[in-house]
């Protein structure tokens, strides 16, 4: 695209004197036809054939290969057409008369002749019988141009006016080459792709140009009104500055060597057929014996044969195209690698050998470790070309028999048969592949992937395709939260924790279908709970150390699951992250918070209710949107609504949840950075980002009163986030010793089981009207 613009303006501005040129040269002409006039534009139009030589010499040599052939074509036919307009310019200057035809002017054939060598040769990705059909069509065009001009004008003056047939002759040769020329280059300009475009138009136009220009020659040399034949042969140099135009475009042109598959347009298969037909009109108007002492018997028969051809052509073009679609359907489109569909395919054909007697089966997943990251901070281009380098790097250190496939975003997979030491050699060479780093965009960047592994051996027959491939995304997901490096073979402990990670005690049911089968069907179910709008919330409030009156409420999502009782974030959450419904749950919580909170508003309760958003939500900019809706689809201040983030939120993309943070912030929501402490706390996050609040992790907490040095860091951060102007929230306040230290450090806000778990909307309600706490500061704020 860049590489286009820059290109656009020389293409525009030869464009524009394509149009200029010729007007200024046809004004001249018409107003005095006196020979300087004819000498002059005899000159202008050598030149205009020299200047476009020189542009498609240059682009002949700045291509390459089959590109710089086609392009040395055009430069060939116009290089004719340049001397045979150079000799007529000569002999004006000399004062010489020559009668047309001569032998120059027979270069000029060499032009629409160059043209088709150009755009049969340019590799835009058409196939070789793609290319052969659009000759064929070019001729069946020809061939019927001759055939109705002939009888439509032609006849009566060649028959009638002996001493002009040679003139005759050659200038219908011009028209006929011509309509070949425009046949082909509008059928390629029908199918170019859009980086394409451009310069095929231009070949087009230029092609039309000299068609429409020759017509009319033809036309006037027919009706014998020469002079006026004078001042259509602008038109030409419309045409060559069209063709230098081509050229210029042509240096940006995007090439496929590639068979690349387009389905053919109805245009183009259906082109053919209307000069078929004319043609085959026009012979209805002559008697069967006049034809036959014609030029139409030859026309006729070469036309009937070509049209054959091209018949039998798109019948095997046909099935070639089919053949690419169904070959498109089983490669991922970007890295050529096998798809997902096929992939299990693959699985289950193995496992079925697996199952006569064969060798053991294994299926490793991979997934590349903060490949969002790539993509935001070096573009999507970076993103794509270190997917394919991935794929690469992989199939270099597989065996040749395994089956690699990118089945995801920034997963892949591989399809291992052999002895299991086989799986687990081939998956670790799979996961060391990943220390060398990969150029991407003339960078080295360091990637780590996380590797799962499941193998079905003969110890569990039963196990299936689906099993197999279910086993390795749970030992993948056991890779991706464990932060170790290396490859993670699948364990039934593994598949205990992924399901069941604070999932209470599983259901009879599931009991006895396993719990593999329960976690498809939780996945299904929770998908129906967030449609359906299922998700409950409760509510913890926020007090103020000083007054003790509530100044918040949180808001933390619940699933009341039909069988399991009321699951809790964490049971539920880690499914919602991994099949992308983190947006969903975010919409629906903040609007459901929203709701809550116009009522207690209300009621008279001017409080802010606070929403936890967690990594994805916060990379897209629909959140800001969301937001704002809600707020003023209810006749909210900004300032009823805190955003919490985590940290892992900004650990994905700085860049981009500063801008959702800082679109937030300007609306007026006040944002808190949760869990402090925790993790991958950086003090400068409090500096850099966008932010109002802090609040303590309940881990970094809960030690101060009996560990000294917990202590004096809780109270240096609390200071330190004074000093930035931030006010600090303690979460996770369980004891009257804890509250203590913290209203002694001068910490603002306070939340936790001693003032109260997180309750219904009911019970919160009745709290903030009857605070169990500080009945004097109730409604203080
Ligand atoms: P969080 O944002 O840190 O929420 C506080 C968690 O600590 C809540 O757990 C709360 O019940 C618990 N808690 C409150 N006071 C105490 C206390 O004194 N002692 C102890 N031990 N725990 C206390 P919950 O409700 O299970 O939520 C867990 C996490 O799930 C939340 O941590 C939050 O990160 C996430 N979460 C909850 N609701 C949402 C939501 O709507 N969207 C998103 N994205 N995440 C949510
Ligand atoms: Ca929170
Ligand atoms: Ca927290």
Redesign the pocket.
Known sequence: MRQLLGNASPVLAVVLAAVVLPAIAAVAIAHSPTAPTIAAFKITLTLAAVSAVGAAVRTALLSRGQARLAWSGLALGLGGFGVGVGVRAWDALSGRERVFPFEADLLRLLLPLGGCVLVLLLPLGLGRMSRVRLLLDGLVVAGSFVIVAWIGALEDAYRNRPGDRALLATSTAYPMFDAALVTIALLVFIRALPGQRLTTGLITAASLCFALTNDAAVSYIVAQRYSEHRVIAVGWLAGLLLFAAAAIAGRACEYRHAFAVRPPSSASVLLPFVPVAAATVATFTREPKDLLTSPTTVAGGLLIAAFLARQLLVVGENRRLFAAVTDQALRDPLTGLANRAVFHDRVSHAMQMRNRGGVSVAVMALDIDEFKMVNETFGHHAGDELLNLVGLRILTVVRTGDTVARVGGDEFAVLIQGDDDHSHVIAHRVAESFDLPYAVDGQELMVRASVGLAVADSDDPDVGAEELLKRSDIALDAAKTSRVAGVHTFTAEMEADFFAAGIVPPTPQSAATGARGSAVRLLGELRRAIDQGQLTL?Y?PKLDLRTSGIVAA????RWPHPERGVL???AF?PLVRRHGL?GA??DL?VRRALDDARVWHDAGFAIPVA????AP?LGTARLASTVSDALRDRGLPASALIV?I?EDVVLEGLEQASRVLRDLRAKGVKIAV??FGSGYSALSYLRDLPIDHVKLD?RFIAPITSDPRAAVVVRAVINLAHELGLATVA????DAETLAQLREYGCDVG????FS??VPFERLLAMLANPPWAPMSAKSN
């Open positions: 409760v913890q949180e808001a933390l999502v809790s974030p964490d959450l983190m749950v975010t919580v929403v936890n958003v967690s939500s919490e985590t949760d869990d309940r979460e996770g306040i369980e939340q936790g089981y001693y778990p997180p």
